[in-house]
């Protein structure tokens, strides 16, 4: 398996602009994380999806942000309009259905730079 | 915040060494998780040790669990240096989701 797939690995943008990030998790991983990593933070959970529903967003920063899980296999992270606060590693991370099945499986990560 | 907590923030040993960070959290879980990331990488799982546990090994790396005192140790024996890397801790919240800590840098030294 290729592992969660993230794109793109690398983002630039300019303040005000739209970004989408992207995940397509494990074949077979019914559970989807993002996750935002920063010096000064660390790395916060954002948003949680099972079996493509959106289980818990209290980790969402703001309205500025979006995610969704059309189908098993893809989820986008959106943010718009992005701010230069926003410049941070952004995560996709996975996880397998059944119990004790506990272990995320972690994306390469988007380096988002907002200017 | 219910995140764990690792000590220290950063560590620096020769290879061969063994390192040896803690993590502490607050709340009771069900089991502890222990991460590798690499930099510019993503968290790679490295061994989970459940709340009924109290040690757990896997090749050089060798997890306590005191939940007591609610805090985890993981020991890299006879370190190299690809073992270079920051270490995190996770902790379960509700369903399958975890709070991770802030981690430790660790920089072994050929």
């Known amino acids: 398996d290729a592992g969660v797939i993230q794109s793109p690995r690398h983002e630039v943008t300019e303040m005000g602009q739209e970004v989408t990030l992207r995940c397509k998790p494990i074949?077979?991983?019914?559970?989807l994380f993002w996750y935002r990593q920063t010096m000064m933070r660390g790395l916060e959970l954002l948003i949680y999806f099972n079996n493509n529903v959106p289980i818990d967003d209290s980790g969402m920063p703001e309205d500025r942000f979006s995610a969704k899980m059309p189908n098993a296999s893809f989820s986008t992270l959106k943010i718009q309009p992005s701010e230069p606060r926003d410049s941070a590693v952004y995560f996709c991370a996975s996880s397998p259905p059944g119990v004790g099945t506990d272990t995320q499986y972690f994306g390469p990560g988007t380096r988002l730079t907002v200017l | 915040s219910q995140q764990g907590e690792e000590d220290p923030q950063a560590l620096s040993i020769q290879e061969g060494e063994n390192a040896t960070m803690n993590c502490s959290y607050k709340?009771?879980?069900?089991?502890l998780q222990w991460y590798r990331q690499n930099s510019g990488r993503g968290l790679v799982h490295l061994i989970l040790?459940?709340?009924?546990?109290r040690e757990k090994h896997s090749g050089r790396l060798r997890v306590t669990l005191d939940t007591s005192k609610k805090s985890s140790s993981l020991l890299i024996t006879a370190s190299r240096a690809a073992d270079t890397a920051s270490y995190f801790c996770?902790?379960?919240?509700?369903?399958?989701?975890?709070?991770f800590g802030t981690g430790t840098s660790l920089t072994v030294i050929p």
């Open positions: 040790i459940r709340s009924n546990e």
């Open positions: 996770a902790t379960d919240r509700t369903g399958n989701q975890f709070y």
């Open positions: 709340t009771s879980i069900n089991n």
């Open positions: 074949s077979g991983h019914n559970s």
